[in-house]
C-alpha cells in the first residue's frame, strides 16, 4: 500500500514569508512548469474576495490531449482540511464534540481497541496530535475503511499525546468518527456538508475518470509513466479522509477563498478560528500548517500527483499550484518557485 504523502509545506511559507517581487502571470507560470520534462502538466492559480484566475498547460497524459481548464486535479493530503471542515460542520450541528472521544464514538464498533486509544478526542486526531503512527502497519492490500480503522486501533501509539506524528491513520479514524456520528458514508458526508453547501461540483474522489488528466510515476530507466485511471492509480479507498479528493482548479479556489472570508453562514467565527488555531509542537493547525502571521499552507501527494495550497491570510490572498506527477525530488522545487511568483507579498 502507497502512503499519502506527509509534506506539510513548511519550506514553503518559510521560503515565502518577508519576499518581494511582482507576481507572474498564471499562463506564464504554468507553461514553464509543463516545459519541465518531469512535469507533463500543471494548474497554478491565485484567489481574492474580489477575483479569480488560474491557467493550465501540458499534457492529461504524457505524449496524450492536452489539459483543459476544467479538469480535475488530485490535491492529496490537501483533503485534510476539508475533513476538518467536515467536523467542525458536524460539531454545529450538535451530532459531535470537538472532545468527543474514540472510546465513545467508536466504542461500540471496535470493543478490542486498545485502551490507550478510548479517551483520545476528535480534535487531537485532526491536530496529529494523538500519537498515531502515520500509517496502520498491518493493513495490506485494499482493506475496507471499517478494517483498516480496526488495524489502527490495535496498534500502540508511537508519540506521547500531545506530541506531533503526521498520521493518515488519525485522520482515517477521525472520519471514522463523523461517518458514525452522521450516519453515513465520509463520501457522503463530505458531498452533502462541504462539496454541496460551498459550490464544488467538481469535486469527488480517487482519481479523475473518463476524458480526464492522469498522474504519473517515474520509472527508473523509462521515464514518466501515466498510471491510467485504475485501483492502482491511487490509496486504497480506505484512506479518503487523509487524502483521496479531486477537483478542478475553480472550485479548490472557491475553497480556498472560504478559508479566506470565513463565511459565517457556512461556519461560526469561532469555529473557523478554531481550523485554523495552531497546536502542538508543530504550530499544526486542523489539515494546516501554520507559519508567521498566521498564514496557512499544505501540500499533497499519492505519490503519482503533487499540489500545494497556500493562504495568506494577512493580505487576503491565496495561491494554490498541482502537477499530475509525484516525484517531490523533481517536482517540489519548481512547484514551490511557482507558488513564490503566483503570491503578492509586500517587500520586507
Excluded: C
Aim: hydrophobic residues 45%.
Amino acid at each position: 500500500m502507497r502512503g499519502i504523502g506527509s509534506a506539510v509545506g513548511v519550506a514553503v511559507w518559510l521560503a515565502l514569508s518577508g519576499s518581494g517581487g511582482a507576481q507572474t502571470a498564471p499562463e506564464a507560470i504554468v507553461r514553464a512548469l509543463a516545459s519541465d520534462p518531469a512535469i507533463p502538466a500543471a494548474v497554478a492559480g491565485r484567489v481574492n474576495a474580489e477575483a479569480l484566475d488560474y491557467a493550465v498547460a501540458g499534457e492529461r497524459v504524457r505524449d496524450g490531449d492536452a489539459v483543459q481548464p476544467g479538469d480535475a486535479w488530485h490535491v492529496g493530503s490537501l483533503t485534510k482540511s476539508m475533513t476538518a471542515v467536515l467536523a467542525a460542520r458536524l460539531v454545529e450541528a450538535g451530532l459531535i464534540g470537538w472532545d468527543a472521544t474514540i472510546g465513545a464514538v467508536l466504542g461500540p464498533r471496535y470493543p478490542d481497541m486498545l485502551p490507550e486509544w478510548r479517551d483520545v478526542p476528535l480534535h487531537l486526531l485532526l491536530t496529529h496530535g494523538a500519537g498515531m503512527r502515520p500509517n496502520a502497519e498491518a493493513v495490506t492490500g485494499d482493506w475496507p475503511r471499517a478494517d483498516y480503522v480496526a488495524a489502527a486501533l490495535q496498534e500502540p501509539p508511537v508519540e506521547a499525546r500531545g506530541g506531533f506524528v503526521y498520521s493518515n491513520a488519525g485522520y482515517v479514524v477521525a472520519g471514522a468518527m463523523l461517518e458514525a456520528a452522521g450516519g453515513a458514508p465520509w463520501e457522503r458526508l463530505m458531498a452533502a456538508q462541504v462539496f454541496g453547501p460551498l459550490g464544488l461540483g467538481s469535486a469527488g474522489f480517487g482519481p479523475p475518470l473518463g476524458a480526464a488528466i492522469e498522474g504519473h510515476e517515474r520509472r527508473l530507466f523509462r521515464g514518466l509513466r501515466p498510471v491510467g485511471q485504475g485501483p492502482v492509480a491511487d490509496n486504497i479507498a480506505a484512506l479518503g479522509p487523509a487524502g483521496r479528493v479531486h477537483l478542478g482548479a475553480e472550485d479548490m479556489l472557491r475553497y480556498l477563498r472560504a478559508h479566506l472570508e470565513r463565511d459565517p453562514d457556512f461556519l461560526a467565527a469561532e469555529t473557523w478560528a478554531r481550523l485554523h488555531r495552531p497546536s502542538g509542537p508543530e504550530d499544526y493547525a486542523m489539515g494546516w500548517g501554520v507559519g508567521p502571521e498566521g498564514s496557512l499552507v499544505h501540500s499533497g501527494s499519492n505519490t503519482f500527483w503533487y499540489a500545494v495550497a497556500y493562504l495568506d491570510v494577512a493580505n487576503g490572498e491565496a495561491v494554490f499550484v498541482a502537477v499530475n506527477s509525484g516525484d517531490p525530488g523533481a517536482v517540489a522545487r519548481p512547484v514551490d518557485a511557482a507558488l513564490r511568483e503566483l503570491l503578492t507579498v509586500p517587500p520586507g
